[in-house]
């Protein structure tokens, strides 16, 4: 037995995997469920009771044999209980509502606690539309499910048990006739269960693809309109609508045309109740009745029959459920691995801090003969090894498609990789995502903003001084000037700001919620070199106990760093930026190609300071003129009007 395996906690949790657990987790909601529902059931009983015993007192009224306030009494107790029985179903409805509520809320916290920890190839390969539609639309059927399985618990099976106690209490050998019905429309709708299922399945996949082809209309609406696809991807569009539609059609038509057929199956029992129950009546049945007691026996069958078509639609209910339980099942079995790895990495780390043991001790990050390459294809690099301590940094460059930005995703194991990457001697592959996730820090050059305020943005409800991280990107001055300051929108992935603002607000996340690994993929590319050079200064400052990985194509900063990773053709070499320069002739062309660039930069604005100052200077001149001729012109005319 492995050390995490010793120290988990054995304890009662929630198994977000299994559905009885939803039901314990609620179970003293269900208590007041379970008293008002069994007091609502069975006061149902003593409505057939109490009609039979009107109908009885209402023939003896009108034969003389009784007077008018037996009835009054009869009716008025008649009320109370159904007053109290009214009660009951409130509380019990209520309750059954708060108990969906409560399991939809806890679904799609850990549905959305599983999103969060998949990886971003996941996520792509199953498509946005399909996880809208299992984050939401699946839960919503899962839990409706539930509730009506709930409430027909009651409604449904208590009722029926009080119905028939009563109709065999009358005449057993009428009751077993007339029973003979119901169960044919059990029979029928568990023989119905797969092309319900089949037609719900459809019908949620059809939900899906509509999804994503909204989503992608929106968010791509602009691109189309530039570029006059509005008309094709319409027509698209209306094809996608017009499945979803017919896969809605027929998922909802059997569960629309079943019921009645259900009921009427159900009700077929009333033709001998009628044919029997008058035999009855005259003394020819099997039992002697009056009129009250035919009443309370046909009014019980009724409601019987009416709960017994219930019970069958329901079974529709619980197959769709089962649908949409089914896809979200393996989202409920990766939360609840997630919880198990959480608990074994929290107990591990509350070990290691008694027993002062570390799995990530002096925090080097090593990779040894690391080799990546996509499923199916060849390796981007191989071979590459290096190793960094805290406080360093290390640029990674390169020709164009060289694998840079791949090294800097490597980080994140969302493919895996041949060799070694360590952090403090743990294999990072073999790290939980909760465990990695708290080690690597990741910014792409492709910022990836909420359509939420700047602050929020930056601090991703941290309760922390914004403007600490956004001085350090040099990011201060102009959200000063913007109309809410801190708390502006910044739209949809950062829409209303610049290239250069939104990667430095990106990075000012970054650098708030700093971990011991940073990787930055060219976050200073839409940067001037000036205020480049700043934030770079104050990325130093802020990072001196970390490491950070910096992919750039822009090399004039790399005198500064403390390792360089140049990568080309499939390999990679790290040294310092002294040593490539003199031992590899393609960086030293390249940074020297790049030097010259900017030296040519720097003259080109001392020439353009230049030629403004001449110019300023030539208006300057001109503005004197103007105002001595003016001041001249004007001591001219007041000496004519002297003369």
């Not at 469920?33 to 006061?43: A, C, D, H, K």
């Not at 971003?120 to 059927?141: M, Q």
């Not at 107990?347 to 002062?356: C, D, N, R, V, Y």
């Not at 743990?426 to 910022?447: A, F, K, N, V, W």
Request: glycine share 8%; aromatic share 10%.
């Amino acid at each position: 037995m492995t050390k995490e395996e010793t120290i988990i906690i054995n304890k009662k949790k929630l198994h977000p995997d299994r559905i009885l657990d939803y039901f314990r987790e609620e179970w003293k909601v269900l208590a007041l469920i379970t008293v008002s529902g069994l007091i609502y059931n069975l006061g149902l009983m003593a409505g057939p009771w109490f009609e039979g015993k009107m109908a009885g007192c209402l023939m003896r009224i009108l034969s003389g044999a009784e007077r008018l306030p037996a009835m009054l009494r009869l009716a008025s107790a008649y009320v109370i209980v159904i007053g109290l029985v009214q009660l009951a179903r409130y509380i019990k409805r209520f309750y059954v509502r708060r108990f969906a509520n409560n399991v939809n809320r806890r679904m799609k916290r850990i549905l959305y606690r599983t999103l969060v920890h998949k990886s971003r190839v996941e996520l792509e390969k199953e498509g946005a539309g399909n996880v809208i539609t299992k984050a939401i639309s699946d839960v919503d059927d899962c839990v409706e499910g539930m509730r009506k399985f709930t409430t027909e618990i009651f409604d449904t099976g208590v009722a029926l048990l009080g119905y028939m106690g009563m109709l065999f209490y009358y005449d057993w050998r009428l009751a077993l006739c007339s029973l003979i019905f119901p169960p044919f429309s059990y029979i029928i709708a568990e023989k119905m269960k797969r092309i319900v299922q089949r037609t719900g399945a459809a019908y949620k996949e059809q939900t899906g693809k509509l999804n994503a082809a909204t989503l992608d209309r929106i968010t791509n609406a602009i691109t189309y309109r530039v570029f006059g696809c509005e008309k094709e991807r319409g027509e698209d569009y209306e094809v996608h609508l017009k499945e979803y539609e017919r896969a809605a059609v027929r998922a909802n038509i059997w569960n629309a045309a079943l019921p009645p057929v259900y009921k009427v199956i159900a009700m077929a029992g009333t033709v001998m109740i009628l044919y029997f129950g008058s035999k009855n009546i005259l003394g020819s049945g099997w039992t002697s009745w009056d009129v009250a007691a035919f009443t309370t026996f046909l009014a019980c069958y009724t409601k019987l029959s009416d709960k017994s078509s219930k019970a069958a639609k329901l079974f529709n209910a619980v197959h769709k459920a089962q649908v949409s339980w089914k896809r979200i099942h393996p989202y409920m079995e990766r939360a609840a691995q997630a919880e198990e790895e959480d608990e074994i990495a929290e107990q591990t780390e509350k070990f290691s801090a008694k027993t002062g043991e570390s799995h990530t001790e002096h925090g080097v990050i090593s990779a040894d003969h690391l080799t990546f390459s996509y499923p199916g294809s060849a390796p981007i690099f191989e071979d590459l090894s290096f190793t960094a301590k805290p406080g360093q940094i290390i640029g990674i460059t390169g020709p164009v498609a060289c694998g840079k930005s791949t090294l800097g995703k490597t980080f994140l194991c969302e493919y895996p990789y041949e060799g070694h990457l360590t952090y403090g001697g743990r294999e990072l592959s073999s790290c939980t995502e909760q465990g990695r996730s708290r080690l690597i820090g990741y910014l792409g050059h492709d910022p990836e903003l909420l359509g939420d305020s700047i602050r929020n943005n930056v601090l991703l409800g941290d309760d922390s001084d914004v403007w600490t991280w956004l001085r350090a990107v040099c990011f201060d001055e102009e959200v000063r000037e913007m109309e809410d300051r801190e708390d502006t929108v910044v739209g949809n992935s950062g829409v209303r700001l610049s290239g250069g603002q939104a990667a430095r607000l990106a990075l000012a996340r970054m650098l708030c919620h700093g971990k011991p690994v940073m990787i930055l993929d060219d976050p200073f590319s839409a940067l001037d070199r000036s205020t480049e050079k700043q934030v770079f200064e104050h990325l130093k400052e802020l990072s001196k106990d970390r490491i950070v990985f910096l992919i750039s194509h822009r090399l004039y900063l790399f005198p500064e760093f403390d390792q360089v990773i140049w990568m080309e053709h499939g390999t990679g070499t790290c040294s310092t930026h002294e040593k490539l320069m003199a031992e590899n002739k393609q960086y030293a062309e390249l940074y020297h190609a790049q030097a010259a660039e900017k030296e040519s930069a720097n003259d080109a604005e001392e020439m353009q300071k230049k030629e403004c100052g001449a110019e300023n200077k030539a208006s300057g001149e001109i503005r004197k003129n103007r105002r001595s001729s003016s001041d001249g012109n004007e001591n001219g005319g007041e000496r004519r009007k002297k003369q």
